[in-house]
């Protein structure tokens, strides 16, 4: 009788959506099939790391960002380890170690150890004053520079970059943002709906250092960041340094487990990892047909697939995610996905509306619609995303598709 | 403030001869109104002639008007501007090498009915006078010249018998190819008048097609084209039959009837009814409407003139009148209505290839010799004996190399000549082209080697003669703008010097006339004057202060006579040398060109209500579109249906001499087999890229330079052609409201790109409302094309830049590979920012959605709620919409929605109906041109609603 078999052994290895929201699947399937402990580095329960900035803006609260309080893990009998960080496991035996000695052993392990923001090696990256824009503690020593400090500095023209620099100028700084590329968000966007975006932010009254590339940060007698220099030798007052030029998979871990890593932990359409298949490696630390991906969506449906396969139903695969970018700052809309760039044997359309500040564009391949990239109006990103999922053919609505989803 | 001036002139446009008052302060022309006093229209004015003031504005001016002579160094460049001097010294010298090296007759003139009398004067004599070549000719021979060679033939002299008055004296009338109703809209009135006043006055209207004027007619023949000759022969047929022809007439005044009569013995009512495609029973009533009504007079024009039959038709008409006696008496007679303002004045002082001056025959050697004698010319220098070149003969000359030098004035060749592809190898071909012209946007400037800017409505010097004789002043209201001249002035400038030059013709100066003056237009007028003393036309007893002092006066009126004859020949003497008019005995003969399996259709050209030719000063006011908006070929629905073409879509038109592409329009007012183009679209407004490349010609490219063997007239109202569903998927539509000192410039340069598609029209439109309103009147641009492919992004955005759509707040669609490029511009009213109209757009590929974004442009609708669906495919109004329809009354600005929608609240009879109507919405009650239109409106309604008295 399967009920009388003893319960296996589940050990997350980091407390964050991606771990926490695979728990939640995996109980969805099979409440009872394992023991569960989780360890977390930060004191927190899991949090919706990606509503920091309405937090920074202050639109939002700590409070109200938290997806699974304390109670949660109760109800659902889960151990949790908060505030521990796990600093060894050994795969023969199957333990895990903490940093202050806590042991669990596992049947299952689940690394989701996330990612760290990449720090530009500039001298004085080490001032006081320079931060970067991960985590609770972060955003809280934003908050507090801000009541304090004037000026800001955002390094990283992008996603995060662009919230952080948002939430401080809202909280009263004056802030810059500093971008090596020449148009913002240059992951996510074109160069045209870069410029409506960055004419935007400067109406709000941000100001934008383009193609700029950072020699150094200089600091005062105290230690503190005073300002930032660039290699053309021009300057800007910098009270405050937030480094938001890209994360990097947290694999410090996975690699002291000998566990084959390249530009994440590399797993299985299964999720598992290739050296140990035991060990199963969810969101941002993994690696997954060479893409580690840093947005919620593709994390959430690899979560799906490795609770699937921890719940031994086995037959969920992820195959890779089309990812949509959103800027999460009030008033600003926009979204892109796919191949919104184009290029090589792929058609344009493209709408302007200048006076609205909207610009769309979608990208064809082969009938098929490969890419958008949509500002100001993005209440089609759903429909185009989901026409971009799933290949469907557009030549019949080809003339129509800027318009909307019929019937809408 | 200068103050308010008024002078009392005359309108330029058709042949009736309007007299109008213009209003100006200072410089400026501010208004026109109808002269009271003048007797052709006591104070009314058409659509056209209450609106010249809009055409004399400073924009219009400054867009559109030849300011400085110009010279162009190369063919196909720009020219640029010169000194009259350096001007007319380059002219002379190239006029007097070509007559050294090649001859006299190795240069050509070739001028216009609109001209005064006095240009006409002095071009002629310098022809014939000083240069030694009859080789001058006039666009009156497109127009005119059957109408001079049938009276000529039968009457003895050209000269219209009837009068204006005869309308109202009139028991029957017999209109034939004539739309008068739009093509002379104030005699149309005055018919209107006449048969409210007497409402037994039978009206027959023979017209192929289902005209306005047939709106007024007891009974309509649409002949088939070109058959009018076997019509009168039937009429003439039945009347001998029935004996409704007056012998005792015959006898006594005429001569040739016997020939006649034989020849119209076997044109009997069944295969009269069987040529012309008429019911045997409405022949029969026409012959007795015409032959037994106390009075009938004919009123005919292009659509017997413009005809390889043209001599013939005229004259076998005549012949009706002359059979039955209707002709000297009040209220009878054969009326030629002239087309342009002063044909008859170039008539009259011989401005053409084969006449001379009062009326004189170039072929009669004792007239050449008065005619010498009278200009002074030496011994041994003659006014030359070969006939000249006309129309056709001059172009075909230039183009085969004969015709070296080409002085074209006040004409448009390239538009309005048949056979384009002729005309443009004529002045391709010809060494030295020299273009007098008021307007700088004429197809013709281009191929010009010299410009010079002459003067025009409201600048110029001089008299007109109208359809009935009348001779009228033009008067000078503002100066003449620019380095404009007379045209009199900057021929004869060029005359004095020419005459340096050449062999000495004369002892004195040919050409004694003081430049731009008044004087030297009295004088020239004096010296015409006196060559009429004992002519038909003797004006020996008229002068200028008579003119000033009574007003207008017909003609005849020699030395000793106080007043001229309103109708001549009412005594039955002709001014022949028996005295006896001539039956004219002519066979008829089919069109030129008959309809065959290649080029099954007849295709008819004619004019619109409210343009004027080539449109080069119609052309430059929006509202004058708001009537027939853009060019289309009008066909027949079964005819379309049975080659699936659908209204709108853009066919081409094949005839043997070339293609033109534009779309089409179904109308029950054309027969099968038909066709109907007007002719005002030249390649100003229509044109685009032919097959090989070359830029298409407009309406002109397809008609038939086939003329008729007496008047040398072409067949400018039949050609056979071919039309087929042209396949040019990628389409094109641009309209924008443009600033009024920048629409025209715009259009220029729109114009200029018109051949980089396959198809292109371009054409100005307004926001109409009422004339003289007080409101500001907007003007905009629409421009069409096709291709087989979509145009380059870089053509399109020229385009869109010179509509005003190369704004940053442009809202644009693209899709390049599809060929889709949308753009749009809504601009935010300054009074309420939550409103916005739109100001412009550009549809590139699919143009389905003209349906709804066009009105809402041109109605100038709110268009907030429209946004970013502005640039939304398909025919169906993303956001509903009430367009306000197309306009009926220009005045006004009444629509066709606004009428319809009140018709059903007006009740009773179709005259308190109407009565109602213009009560109400006040269509139709200024100049009167749009009445046609509105009583087809009340009969069709009427009809519709009720049925059942249809039935009884």
């Given amino acids: ?408 | 403030m200068s103050a308010m001036r008024e002078t009392q002139s005359t309108c330029p446009y058709c042949g009736v001869g309007c007299g109008v008052i213009i209003e100006s302060e200072g410089t400026q022309i501010t208004g026109v109104r109808g002269d009271p006093a003048h007797p052709a229209n006591f104070g009314r004015l058409c659509t056209k002639g209450s609106t010249l003031h809009l055409t004399a504005t400073a924009a219009v001016t400054m867009q559109t008007r030849l300011l400085h002579p110009m010279r162009r160094t190369a063919r196909g460049t720009a020219p640029s501007a010169i000194g009259w001097h350096e001007a007319l010294d380059t002219a002379t010298a190239k006029f007097a090498q070509v007559i050294r090296d090649h001859g006299p007759d190795a240069v050509g003139f070739y001028i216009s009915g609109q001209l005064l009398t006095e240009d006409y004067y002095v071009f002629n004599k310098l022809a014939k006078g000083l240069i030694g070549t009859n080789n001058i000719d006039t666009n009156s021979r497109l127009c005119m010249s059957s109408a001079v060679a049938g009276y000529k033939k039968t009457l003895g002299a050209d000269a219209p018998p009837a009068c204006y008055d005869d309308l109202n004296h009139a028991q029957c009338l017999f209109v034939v190819g004539s739309n008068t109703a739009w093509a002379h809209p104030i005699l149309f009135r005055r018919i209107e008048d006449a048969k409210r006043a007497n409402p037994a006055m039978k009206i027959v209207v023979v017209d192929p097609r289902r005209t306005d004027t047939c709106e007024i007619a007891d009974l309509h023949l649409a002949i088939q084209p070109g058959t009018d000759v076997m019509l009168f022969h039937g009429l003439l047929h039945l009347m001998l039959r029935e004996s409704w022809t007056q012998p005792d007439y015959i006898a006594a005044h005429t001569t040739g009837f016997d020939a006649l009569a034989a020849r119209v013995h076997d044109c009997t009512p069944e295969r009269v009814a069987q040529v012309c495609g008429i019911d045997a029973r409405d022949l029969l009533e026409t012959a007795r409407l015409f032959a037994t009504s106390a009075a009938t007079l004919s009123l005919y024009c292009q659509g017997l003139n413009q005809s390889s039959s043209g001599t013939a038709k005229n004259g076998t008409l005549i012949n009706l009148h002359l059979a039955t006696g209707q002709i000297g008496r009040a209220g009878a007679g054969p009326f030629s209505l002239t087309g342009q303002p002063n044909a008859m004045g170039g008539r009259e002082v011989g401005g053409m290839a084969n006449l001379l001056g009062a009326h004189r025959d170039l072929a009669n050697p004792a007239h050449r010799a008065e005619v010498a004698a009278l200009w002074g010319l030496s011994e041994g220098h003659d006014v030359p004996a070969t006939p000249g070149k006309t129309a056709v003969e001059l172009f075909q000359a230039a183009a085969d190399g004969d015709i070296r030098a080409l002085w074209i004035a006040c004409t448009n060749p390239a538009q309005s000549m048949p056979d384009q592809a002729t005309v443009r190898r004529a002045l391709e071909r010809c060494e030295f082209v020299v273009v007098q012209e008021a307007f700088a946007t004429t197809a013709t400037c281009a191929y010009a080697d010299l410009l010079l800017p002459a003067t025009t409505w409201g600048e110029k010097v001089g008299t007109v003669t109208n359809s009935e004789r009348r001779i009228s002043r033009v008067r000078q209201a503002v100066p003449a703008p620019g380095a404009t001249r007379h045209d009199w002035s900057a021929v004869t400038d060029f005359a004095q010097r020419l005459e340096a030059l050449l062999p000495s013709s004369s002892a004195v100066s040919l050409f004694p006339y003081a430049l731009d003056t008044e004087a030297g237009a009295e004088a020239i007028w004096n010296e015409h004057r006196e060559s009429t003393r004992g002519r038909d036309l003797d004006i020996t007893g008229l002068s200028w202060p008579m003119l000033d002092a009574q007003g207008p006066q017909q003609w005849p009126l020699p030395e000793g006579r106080s007043s001229g004859r309103a109708r001549l020949y009412e005594d039955g003497v002709f001014p022949t040398l028996d005295g006896r008019a001539r039956f004219y005995d002519v066979a008829y003969q089919p069109v030129a060109e008959a309809r065959e399996p290649r080029y099954p259709f007849a295709l008819n050209t004619g004019r619109l209500r409210d343009q004027w030719h080539g449109m080069s000063r119609t052309g430059t006011l929006g509202r004058l579109f708001s009537h027939a908006p853009e060019p289309v070929v009008q066909m027949h629905p079964e005819d379309m249906a049975g080659r699936k073409i659908r209204d709108g879509d853009l066919v081409e038109v094949t005839s043997k001499r070339g293609a033109i592409v534009l779309p089409a329009q179904s109308s029950t007012d054309i027969g099968l087999g038909q066709s109907f183009i007007a002719m005002h679209w030249g390649e100003e407004a229509l044109s685009g890229r032919s097959h090989r490349g070359k830029r298409l010609a407009g309406v002109n490219a397809l008609s038939n330079p086939a003329f008729c063997p007496e008047s040398k007239q072409p067949e400018l109202k039949h050609a056979a052609v071919q039309i087929v569903k042209a396949d040019l998927p990628w389409s094109l539509l641009a309209v924008a409201w443009l600033p009024g000192d920048r629409v025209l410039a715009v259009q220029t340069a729109l114009r200029a790109l018109m051949p980089r598609f396959a198809f292109a029209s371009c054409v100005p439109f307004g926001s109409g409302g009422a004339l003289n309103a007080g409101t500001a009147e907007r003007s905009g641009l629409l421009f069409r094309a096709a291709d087989h492919d979509a145009a380059p992004a870089d053509l399109l955005a020229e385009i869109e830049a010179l509509l005003g759509l190369a704004t940053p707040d442009t809202l644009r669609y693209a899709d390049a590979r599809q060929g889709q490029r949308r753009a749009a511009r809504l601009v935010r009213s300054a009074a309420d920012p939550t409103e916005a109209r739109l100001d412009a757009f550009l549809l590139g590929g699919d143009t389905r959605s003209e349906a709804w974004i066009k009105p809402l442009l041109q109605d100038q609708l709110p268009a907030q709620a429209f946004g970013r669906q502005l640039l939304r495919p398909g025919a169906t109004a993303p956001v509903r919409i009430q367009a306000r329809g197309k306009v009926v009354c220009s005045c006004f600005g009444v629509t066709e929605t606004a009428i319809l929608t009140r018709l059903p609240q007006c009740t009773s009879n179709d005259r308190q109906r109407l009565a109602a109507l213009q009560g109400e919405l006040k269509c139709g009650t200024n100049c009167g041109s749009c009445l046609p239109e509105l009583r087809r409106m009340l009969h069709a309604t009427s009809v519709a609603a009720q049925p059942e008295a249809a039935l009884s």
């Fill in chain 1, 1 to 408: 009788m399967r009920a009388k078999k003893p319960k296996q052994k589940l050990v997350l290895v980091g407390n964050g959506m991606a771990g926490v929201r695979t728990l939640e699947e995996l109980i969805k399937i099979d409440p009872d099939l394992y023991d569960i402990t989780v360890f977390g580095a930060e004191p927190h329960p899991n949090y919706n790391r990606i509503l920091l900035s309405p937090v920074l803006a202050g639109e939002q609260t700590l409070d109200e960002i938290v997806l699974n309080p304390w109670s949660w893990y109760e109800e659902h009998g889960i151990t949790v380890h908060a505030g521990r960080k796990v600093v060894a496991v050994d795969r023969v035996k199957r333990i895990v170690r903490a940093d202050d000695g806590t042991e669990a052993p596992y049947d299952r392990l689940l690394l989701c150890t996330g990612s760290h923001p990449f720090v530009l090696p500039v001298p004085g990256k080490d001032l006081e004053g320079v931060i970067a824009y991960r985590d609770i503690a972060d955003t809280q020593a934003m908050i507090e520079t801000a009541k304090t400090h004037r000026h800001a500095v955002v390094i990283g023209g992008g996603l995060l970059g662009l919230e952080a620099a948002n939430g401080l100028m809202l909280r009263g700084m004056r802030v810059t943002v500093v971008h090596v590329s020449e148009w913002l968000m240059n992951r996510q966007l074109d160069d045209v709906a870069a410029g409506l975006l960055r004419q935007s932010l400067e109406a709000r009254g941000l100001t934008f250092r383009l193609g700029a590339h950072t020699q150094e940060l200089v600091g005062d007698e105290t230690g503190r960041v005073k300002a930032i220099r660039f290699k053309d030798g021009s300057e800007e007052p910098a009270d405050l340094v937030v480094m938001a030029v890209g994360i990097r998979p947290n694999v410090a871990l996975a690699e002291s487990m000998r566990l084959h890593c390249d530009r994440g932990i590399v797993v299985t359409d299964t999720l598992q990892t290739v050296t140990d298949a035991r060990i199963y490696a969810v969101g941002e630390c993994a690696a997954h047909r060479g893409v580690a991906y840093g947005l919620v969506a593709p994390l959430f449906e690899q979560a799906r697939v490795a609770a699937n396969h921890l719940a031994e139903m086995g037959y969920g695969r992820y195959l890779g995610s089309f990812i949509s970018t959103k800027l999460k700052v009030t008033g600003i809309d926009l979204f892109s996905a796919g191949n919104f760039m184009g290029g090589e044997g792929t058609e344009e359309i493209v709408l302007n509306d200048p006076a609205d500040g909207v610009y769309k564009k979608l990208v064809i391949q082969g009938d098929k619609l490969v890419g958008a990239c949509l500002y100001g109006d993005t209440s089609d990103g759903p429909w185009y995303f989901e026409l971009l999922r799933e290949g469907r053919n557009v030549r019949g609505i080809r003339d129509q598709l800027m318009f909307g989803a019929p019937g809408v």
